[in-house]
Nanobody, 127 residues
């Protein structure tokens, strides 16, 4: 079983940066696709960025150029570097892992593609 534990959230001001961390333990290995999702108050959970097991990375349009997903080679840690934060980035951020394989990487945009989730970490951006 894969366990995911997020950390690094907090209360910050507009324009600042945060780096979220996700500690991965259990049976996760390099064939897993790792992702960051977020859920803002009153909104559906949405993908922020994900790294397919092939190494290809995708970032949602809403954070492109500001957020970057990365990880260590052993897949023990996954990070989300968030720069130039805005109030609309306020949300609970979740780390997710998928051991499933799809014909199209676009399938990984959906929360249903992921079998393992962390408990989430709150990010609040104030102006």
């Amino acid at each position: 079983q894969v366990q995911l534990v997020e950390s690094g959230g907090g209360l910050v001001q507009t324009g600042t940066s945060l780096r979220l961390s996700c500690a991965v333990s259990g049976r996760a290995h390099n064939s897993y696709t790792m992702a960051w999702f977020r859920r803002a108050p009153g909104k559906e959970r949405e993908v922020v960025a994900f790294r397919v097991y092939t190494g290809i990375r995708y970032t949602s349009d809403s954070v492109k150029g500001r957020f970057t997903i990365s990880g260590d080679g052993a897949q023990d840690m996954v990070y989300l570097q968030m720069n130039n934060l805005k109030p609309e980035d306020t949300a609970v951020y979740y780390c997710a892992a998928s051991g499933a394989f799809y014909a199209s990487d676009s399938s990984y945009y959906a929360p249903s593609a992921y079998q393992h989730w962390g408990q989430g970490t709150q990010v609040t951006v104030v102006s």
